[in-house]
Structure formats: C-alpha cells, structure tokens
C-alpha cells in the first residue's frame, strides 16, 4: 500500500496528492513518476522533473506547523504537509491542534515584568508574544500556547512576580 502525503502550496484549497510505494523512497506527485533530486549543498537540492532541471533552496522548515518555505528558481513557496491520519481528522472536525485553546497564562519563574504587550480583549493566536518577563538578568518573551481571547490582565508592568502566580487570564 502506498504512502500519501497532501501538500498545499501558498495556501491553496486544493492540496497536491504526494504518493511513494516504499518507505525512503522520493515522494512524487500521485500518477506521476518520481522527479530527480539530489542534495547538492546543506539545504540546497537539484531538481529534474519532465525534462526541467531546477535549483530547490529550502529557507525554512518548521517541524511543529509542518511548512517547509522553498525558493525554486525565482520564486518562493511555502508548502504545508498533512499525512493521511491528520488530514482525515480535519475533515471530520476532530483536529485536536485546530482546537487548541489557551488556559491562563501563569509565571514560569520568579522576575519582573517589563512590558505587556496585550490588553483586555485582544485576541491572540498562537506563538503571539503576550508579554516580557525579566528572570536572572535575561529578558524572556512569553508566547501563547494557543488561541484565546484576553480576558483580564493581572500582571503590571515593572512589577515583580513569584513562580506561578498568574499574569493573564483567557477566554
């Protein structure tokens, strides 16, 4: 049974269908056979697809969000990759990640706080900095672990904060 992989470049609806028959084998487009690709340089690969060469420089990848940011040629893409399992769960509605809400924003460590960089209502997504916690003369920008809407904001800035009291509290 082959593999599949579903890759959306630039946002598009209607993901590219990726297909291998063996595992560590090259993905290619499903019906389509295998383009030529060689690793040329640390991020850097030589493409041959249907009689095209290409350089491929990749940018960025990001494990967590699964986006690999590419130059090919002149221009830039960002793929996002979805295995079968991932995909399926979104489209019956029970992707746990497209749910992930944000709990109260309690203080990793003892420190002062600089700057809050959100208000009471904001809504903040993801990996959003919500504020800046000094700790060991070292400045720690606190990001959101999920979406949310900012409910009440407890922390003052320049005030001191104890490990685990609570700084923002969420919707």
């Not at 002062?112 to 959100?118: A, F, N, P, Q």
């Not at 959003?128 to 009440?152: C, F, H, Q, R, W």
């Not at 407890?154 to 509290?169: I, R």
Request: aromatic share 2%; net charge positive.
């Amino acid at each position: 049974m082959a593999a599949k992989l579903y890759a959306s470049v630039n946002s598009t609806e209607t993901p590219v269908e990726l297909e291998r028959s063996v595992p560590g084998s090259p993905w290619s487009v499903a019906g389509k056979h295998a383009p030529d690709l060689v690793r040329t340089n640390p991020g850097m690969y030589s493409l041959v697809q249907d009689s095209r060469s290409l350089r491929v420089l990749v940018l960025k990848h990001d494990k967590e969000t699964r986006t690999v940011r590419l130059r090919i040629g002149a221009h830039c893409h960002t793929v996002r990759l979805e295995d079968e399992r991932k995909r399926l769960m979104q489209l019956l509605g029970i992707d746990r990640s497209a749910k992930a809400k944000v709990g109260d924003l309690k203080a990793p460590m003892p420190g002062l706080v600089l700057k809050v960089l959100v208000k009471e209502g904001d809504a903040v997504k993801k990996n959003d900095p919500l504020l800046v916690l000094e700790a060991m003369k070292m400045e720690n920008v606190i990001k959101s672990t999920g979406d949310g809407l900012v409910k009440k904001v407890h922390a003052q800035e320049h005030g001191a904060v104890e490990k685990g009291q609570l700084l923002l509290s969420f919707e």
